[in-house]
């Protein structure tokens, strides 16, 4: 005979001593604190997040054609999937001129794909894109590209990447380019006007 499979009892916990327990020793039990009443007359103090000068409301003042646009690994990559053309697509999505950045975390993420994203790589070469120095240690583009915007309002982030889609929603000012329908749009298109 073999031997019997015991199962795992579900959603069970180790018990605890609760820390008023008689058998724990009397210095380290629980003591039972005081709350003090509020004054309802003192000054409360709230501590308000700093937003950037350039920010008036919601709408971003640093934002202005020529448009920089931070380019994602693969923002490329699915662009010529789409077949098309990084520059003018740009261009027409937001109907001004445009200039791509690349910095050197996306170049290296390009570099280490090999050679299934050769001509990614060979589009992020371009003359027409800024190459922009990383100054931190480490590859992760999504980490450089966050870091980038939050220290300067006056990218626009080109990704189809849902976690650094969501990453950058949560920084006011920074609207984000990705893919739908075949064509280049933009999340807060409102803005550029």
Same mark, same amino acid.
């Given at each position: ?5 015991? /199962? =795992?009892?579900? &959603? ?8 008023? *327990?008689?058998?724990?020793? @009397?210095? *380290?039990?629980? @003591?039972?604190?005081?709350? =003090? @009443? ?9 501590? +308000? ?22 380019? *994602? ?8 999937? $789409? =077949? ?7 261009? *027409?999505?937001?109907? &001004? =001129? ?17 050679? @299934?994203?050769?001509? $990614? ?14 100054? !931190?240690?480490?590859?992760? &583009?999504?980490?450089?590209? +966050?870091?980038?915007? /939050?220290? !300067? ?27 739908? #329908? !075949?064509?280049? /749009? ?6 550029? #006007?």
């Amino acid at each position: 005979m073999g031997k019997q499979k015991k /199962t =795992k009892k579900y &959603a069970t916990m180790k018990r605890m001593i609760s820390l008023k *327990d008689q058998r724990i020793k @009397k210095q *380290d039990r629980a @003591k039972t604190q005081k709350k =003090k @009443k509020e004054d309802p007359s003192a000054i409360k103090e709230q501590e +308000v997040a700093k937003y950037p000068s350039c920010l008036f409301f919601q709408y971003n003042t640093q934002l202005g054609p020529p448009y920089y646009i931070l380019v *994602d690994t693969n923002f490329i990559n699915f662009s010529i999937k $789409a =077949k098309l053309d990084v520059v003018q697509s740009m261009m *027409d999505c937001l109907y &001004a =001129k445009c200039v791509p950045c690349i910095t050197d975390c996306v170049m290296a993420e390009l570099e280490k794909l090999g050679m @299934k994203f050769r001509v $990614a790589l060979r589009i992020a070469k371009d003359p027409r894109f800024d190459r922009l120095p990383c100054s !931190h240690k480490g590859t992760y &583009a999504d980490d450089c590209l +966050v870091q980038r915007v /939050t220290q !300067h309002k006056c990218y626009i982030v080109a990704t189809v990447d849902r976690d650094l889609k969501r990453r950058i929603r949560k920084i006011p000012g920074v609207p984000i380019m990705y893919i739908s #329908n !075949h064509r280049y /749009t933009s999340s807060r298109s409102a803005w550029f #006007n």
